[in-house]
């Protein structure tokens, strides 16, 4: 399975379903919006929140993968002995503080 292009397919229906969200919004209120990546100076609350939501999805789009390698790595340091991951525990979070650890040991560098 290419967890990017599922990531990426994921990020895409999520930007559908606000952009028709906005449309019928739009619709019911008579009112014109731009499309959620266009720049309006007139922009109203509802859309500046559908393009915020947007963009937090495009950032999924990129994490998913990255959460995935991570969980992958977890499972692997778990299987050599480097971290003990509890049922309920995230292979991925138990990966990220061991790594955190080892290469930012330092509370100030850790962000």
Not at 56 to 78: C, D, F, K, N, Y
Request: proline share 5%; net charge negative; glycine share 8%.
């Amino acid at each position: 399975m290419n967890h990017d292009k599922v990531a990426a397919r994921g990020a895409e229906e999520i930007i559908e379903l606000l952009t028709l969200c906005q449309q019928l919004q739009s619709e019911k209120d008579g009112r014109e919006r731009p499309a959620p990546g266009a720049y309006s100076r007139d922009e109203d609350e509802f859309s500046d929140r559908i393009r915020s939501a947007c963009g937090h999805a495009l950032q999924l789009r990129r994490l998913l993968p990255v959460m995935t390698t991570l969980s992958a790595i977890g499972t692997e340091m778990e299987r050599r002995g480097e971290i003990i991951v509890l049922p309920g525990e995230d292979y991925a979070q138990k990966a990220l503080e061991c790594l955190k650890a080892e290469y930012l040991p330092e509370e100030g560098d850790a962000p």
